[in-house]
């Protein structure tokens, strides 16, 4: 028989801890919702396994790995059964940065203290339970992010109504799934799974972003209920419509609860029409994925280094340039290619990427360890055996992202800054689902 049981606890950074997801410092000044950390455990008696959900923008697998070991010691279960997904907020602390770096190691101590009490809280939860799921669609929520322009480029984020804009590049994924896990005695829980950028709200006031609004529209319209959000395949996907001016709809707090109520009703619309799912085996699988580092040609390492040390020197992408030079994310897209050439240059020519599965009956869910475009989540999720399968970004490591293999025929953010070659996004498709059809 499954049993699943729940916990949440605050992680919450004090004021002043430095924040992640710029190329410029940040340091919290105040709090505007609290980050949190929630747990789903599941156990048919047999095995057991954790799903932990935190609103960071994502842990570097080398912290990752010392965490999901940690964990899994505290509760007597392998690493392996223990999968943890950031909803890759913004407005949060960072432990390390995409090249590993270590920092705010007080902070990295007392999340590995919090998330070891919220495993053993949740496992100590446990109720019978039924499962059922639904889907839905949420629009005007996400938009694709690159862009074709007039001369033949591609930009992200290339500004509101610019009249250099041809059209928009790739399929933007507008559904939503709901998992819902019905106790005996307890408040039932609700995993909702939908893909869109969480920088929605700027500054350095720490926030969640959307995703706790997600949380608390659901619970709010659910009685007696918990919920969990999944972020997923969101690499080439955010908020802004560049066909409005700006200041409308544009982001900011507000922006950030629209968004989150429409992915939580977009849901609860078809909750009365939820389908059972059946089973409750439970099983988790990891396999490491070989990819090749994505190095600076010779020819470009000496531009790379000189804008690498100007940054460093400077502290912010803008600064870099001469005035006027380049504009906008023009800018940070050669900061973010020149840090990343020079980050390569001592790497080996390849690595591994941890990819990830877990089920649980006829649900399950496919980790992608960093930001992957919303192609990779959308073929996972519709190849897979399972008639629920959720796609999660920033799970069980961060590796930065992961564009598909034809967005590298031409320069742009993503590619710019994408630490692998090309043939990451296929392989990563591809053994995903093999290790679906595995426990399945």
Wanted: net charge negative; glycine share 10%; charged share 25%.
């Amino acid at each position: 028989m499954l049993q699943t049981g729940f916990a949440r606890t605050d992680i919450t950074p004090y004021l002043g801890t430095s924040l992640q997801g710029y190329f410029h410092p940040r340091y919290a000044e105040g709090v505007l919702d609290p980050l949190q950390a929630h747990a789903v455990a599941f156990d048919n008696g047999e095995k057991k396994a954790v799903l932990i959900g935190l609103d960071l923008i994502g842990i570097h697998q080398s912290l990752m790995g010392e965490l999901r070991q940690a964990i899994g010691e505290a509760v007597g279960l392998p690493a392996e059964a223990i999968f943890i997904c950031c909803t890759h907020t913004h407005l949060g602390p960072g432990t390390a940065d995409a090249r590993g770096n270590r920092e705010n190691e007080d902070y990295r101590e007392f999340l590995r203290r919090r998330l070891q009490d919220l495993a053993v809280m949740a496992l100590k939860d446990v109720a019978p339970t039924e499962m059922l799921y639904t889907r839905g669609e949420a629009k005007d929520v996400a938009f694709l992010r690159r862009f074709r322009m007039k001369d033949g480029s591609v930009r992200t984020n290339p500004g509101r109504q610019n009249p250099d804009i041809i059209a928009p590049i790739g399929h933007c994924d507008e559904t939503s799934s709901l998992l819902i896990l019905k106790r005996e005695g307890k408040p039932e829980i609700g995993i909702v799974n939908f893909q869109v950028h969480p920088d929605v709200i700027g500054g350095s006031l720490i926030s969640a972003d959307y995703p706790g609004f997600v949380r608390r529209t659901y619970e709010k319209l659910i009685p007696n209920s918990y919920c969990l959000y999944l972020n997923g395949a969101q690499g080439n996907l955010n908020h802004i419509d560049v066909r409005l001016p700006k200041g409308e709809r544009s982001g900011g707090y507000s922006r950030a609860r629209y968004m989150g109520e429409k992915i939580a009703l977009s849901v609860i619309a078809n909750y009365c029409h939820a389908d059972k799912l059946e089973g409750d085996t439970i099983d988790y699988i990891q396999a490491p994925l070989t990819v090749w580092y994505n190095k600076g040609r010779p020819e470009q390492l000496e531009e790379a280094m000189r804008i690498h040390q100007r940054y460093l020197e400077v502290g912010e992408d803008k600064k870099v340039f001469p005035e006027g030079a380049v504009k906008g994310m023009g800018a940070t897209t050669l900061v973010a290619e020149a840090v990343r050439i020079v980050a390569l240059m001592e790497k080996p020519d390849t690595t591994t990427l941890p990819l990830t599965a877990l089920r649980v009956g006829d649900f399950a869910l496919a980790g992608l360890p960093g930001e992957p475009f919303n192609e990779i989540g959308s073929a996972i999720k519709e190849a897979s055996p399972f008639p629920l399968t959720m796609a999660s970004c920033c799970a069980n490591g961060y590796e930065g992202y992961f564009p598909t293999e034809d967005c590298f025929a031409e320069f742009s953010y993503e590619t710019a800054t994408a630490n692998y070659r090309a043939d990451t996004a296929t392989n990563m498709i591809r053994i995903s689902l093999e290790l679906l059809n595995k426990i399945k």
